[in-house]
Structure formats: C-alpha cells, structure tokens
C-alpha cells in the first residue's frame, strides 16, 4: 500500500480567490491556470497499519500546525474511499522554493492526492483524482490534470473538478521566473476576499474573462491569452489589497519586472507579467524571445529561471520512491 507521485505546480491565468466552502475548499468561481516545468513535487505515501501515528515530512521537516491539517484532510479522504483506517507515512520533496508565489501547495496536493489514490488501490480517472486533491488547495485540482486546465466551481466533487484544455500553446509558451523570496499568506488573502468592496466587481467579470481565455487557448493566441492573464493579476491584487488587512504583497523587484516587461513590450516583444498571491513574478513569453526577456529581468537583481508548459500529475516507479 505505497506509491509515489511527481506533480506540476501552477501559474493562475484567471485565477480563483475566496472560497464558498473553506473545508472542502469550493471556490465561488472557475479558474485555469497552467502547469510549469521542470518545478515540480515529488511525494511517496504509504498506508501501514502497523504504524502509531500518521507521519508528515516535507523536504525532510516533520509538518505539523495548519499544514498536516490540510494534509489530514486529504489523506482522511482518501481512507474514507478506500474504507480503511490504516495510518500513513507521507514524505515529500519540491525542486524549487515554496511560500514565494510559485504555486507550492498546487504541486504539493496533487503529488499527494495521486499517490495516496494509488497506494490505496483507488482506480481514478485524474478529474476524480482532482477533487480529492482539491480538499488541500483548489489550485492542486489543475495540477493534476496538468497543462492547461479548468477547474468548474460546483457544490460537490463531481462538478467542482478539474479538466485540461488543449492548446497549441502549450509548447510556444516559456516562462521566465523572477524569484522575489517575500513570504505569503494565501489562506488569509482567501478568507477575507468576499470582505473586499472590489469582489462583486471582479465576480462581475469573471466569466467573461474564463470564456475569453479557453477561447483564446483553443485558437492559440498568444497575446491575447497572456495579456488576460496580466490583467486579471492586476485585478486579484486589487481584491487582495482592499480586503480588511489590507495585505500588499508585491515588493520593489515585483515592479520593476512589470516595469521591464512593459518596456520590452514597447520594443515589440510578446511578453506579458503575472503573480499569484505573493511577490514572485512569471513573464510569460515564446521561445524566440526568452533570451532576451531573461536578460531583462536579471536586471532587475533577481533569480531567475526558465520554465516551460508541465502535464498532468503521474505515479512514477517504485525505484523513485522517498522512502
């Protein structure tokens, strides 16, 4: 009763924010978003009921506080499928930084929802596998159907779960990271988002924006699915930043990359800017111009990376696993 898992972790394209349920975390609207590669997670589960305890480590750190109790509610999902009690051993690992705005817990759920899946014998279409995952992090919904993906807000697990959209976009499309190591809080952005007075304006609009971006990803226009996607960070951190905290979260080097794309724009390059909650910033552009585009960013006294479109979460071989 062990499998291991390697997941994908997001970029919001129309991104969801606030949750209708906040345990079985249903949003109040759609949301796509793409998965990036190389960056991924990488999670073994096992199911033992020789152990005491139920056992949670990432990146060799035992989990407890918040964390293992989303990860609980996963895994107790997973034992209710299954009908058994059985206590697990979970140990996971991510190939880039977590808690800067590159999507972490996305990665990390689906990882974990696909192997716990496969380690109890649950046979799952990945929607299916979508839903469990969803109990963690919406966003890990899409991640496990990979690339780029919807996923419908509903009431329960058959409609709320997630489906890929194929485009033509998906190997055009390079990713330069600007790594802006400024620490998040998601969970808090997403509790008090219905608070904001920008909500119902940017429920308003939604739809219109997720029609405009499966359009454009099934006709493979790149600008017009990129600058959807600029704008729409633009009005989640209106949202965000209106809310009772008052939560900013985009630093100095946040701008100066939206600074520097919208000069390269100028210049004619296809290059468009991106966030999700945090400060990290990904400059979607093609891969003609990726040199370029990961010059300017450099520039701006960040990390940079260069990655590309990531598919759907998968069981690896039993030779990769954790433990």
């Known amino acids: 009763m062990k499998a291991t898992a390697k997941a994908h972790p997001i970029q919001g394209l129309v991104k969801y924010h606030g949750m209708r349920d906040p345990d079985l975390r249903l949003p109040y609207h759609d949301s796509i978003s793409v998965c990036t590669a190389p960056s991924h997670t990488r999670t073994t589960v096992e199911f033992d009921p020789e152990l005491d305890a139920d056992v949670y480590r990432i990146d060799g750190e035992t989990v407890d506080g918040r964390g293992a109790e989303r990860i609980e509610h996963v895994v107790d999902h997973v034992r209710d499928l299954a009908a058994f009690d059985h206590r697990v051993r979970v140990e996971s690992e991510n190939s880039f930084p977590s808690n800067v705005g590159f999507g972490s817990s996305s990665s990390g759920f689906a ?3 696909m192997a716990a ?3 109890a014998g649950l046979e799952m279409t990945r929607p299916e596998v979508s839903a469990v ?3 963690g992090s919406s966003s890990a919904a899409r991640a496990v159907t990979g690339a780029f993906s919807q996923l419908y807000t509903g009431l329960n697990d058959d409609d709320c779960r997630s489906e890929r959209i194929e485009s033509d976009l998906e190997s055009e499309l390079r990713i330069v990271t600007g790594l802006v ?3 998040k809080e998601t969970e808090q952005a997403h509790e008090e988002a219905a608070d904001s ?3 119902q304006a940017r429920m308003a609009h939604i739809h219109g924006q997720i029609a ?4 454009g990803l099934r006709e493979g226009d790149f600008d017009r699915v990129f600058e959807l996607a600029e704008h729409d960070s633009l009005s989640l951190a209106a949202t965000t930043m209106t809310g009772p905290a008052g939560w900013v979260y985009w630093q100095p080097r946040t701008i100066a990359i939206f600074n520097a794309v919208r000069e390269l724009r100028d210049e004619g390059v296809p290059v468009y800017f991106s966030t999700d909650t945090g400060a990290s ?3 979607n552009t093609t891969e003609a111009y990726v040199d370029e585009v990961e010059a300017a960013v450099s520039e701006c006294g960040v990390d940079t990376d260069v990655w590309e479109v990531g598919g759907p979460a998968r069981v690896l071989e039993e030779s990769r696993s954790l433990f």
């Open 281 to 283: 910033v990904y400059v």
């Open 212 to 215: 405009e971006m499966r359009d």
């Open 133 to 135: 995952a969803r109990r």
């Open 117 to 119: 899946c496969e380690a």
């Open 181 to 183: 190591p400024a620490y």
């Open 111 to 113: 990882a974990l929802a």
């Open 197 to 199: 007075h920008m909500f």
